[in-house]
């Protein structure tokens, strides 16, 4: 784990889901994942979007990069895992979003955090995938 993350999940914790810096007023959720081969627990920092209805949608972006981060192959691998967002640990099952339903919830994460279609150009051929946590 980078040392940056380490200390947005420290001030997450500390603070009932709340963050500043480059995430202050975001939604921020701490996704728990396993490693597909390694089995070994991870944690990452990650903003979300608020489906309703108990379902979130994170996004594999990576900061531009040409590959999908490697949580995305883990919860490709292990679906079943957990969430924390605000002060609440959340049981949640993975599932990668339907062409449709991607483009949608896509499209609605870049009018609200522009960033995320500098991402989009950034990865180039790579289409950023969207993972929804459905709560279980």
């Avoid at 089995?39 to 920092?45: D, L």
């Avoid at 991402?119 to 993972?131: C, D, L, T």
């Amino acid at each position: 784990m980078t040392d940056f993350n380490r200390q947005v999940i420290d001030e997450f914790r500390a603070n009932g889901g709340k963050v500043g810096g480059r995430f202050e007023g975001a939604p921020l959720l701490l996704l728990h994942h396993r490693g597909a081969k390694s089995g070994t627990e991870y944690v990452n920092p990650l903003m979300y979007q608020d489906l309703g209805g108990g379902s979130l949608a994170i996004f594999a972006s990576k900061g531009g990069a040409p590959t999908n981060p490697d949580w995305f192959h883990n919860l490709r691998a292990n679906p079943n895992t957990k969430i924390e967002v605000d002060t609440e640990t959340v049981d949640v099952v993975a599932r990668v979003a339907s062409d449709e339903d991607r483009d949608r919830i896509w499209e609605a994460q870049k009018r609200a955090y522009p960033n995320f279609a500098e991402y989009e150009q950034s990865a180039g051929a790579r289409k950023i995938p969207v993972v929804v946590l459905d709560r279980t």
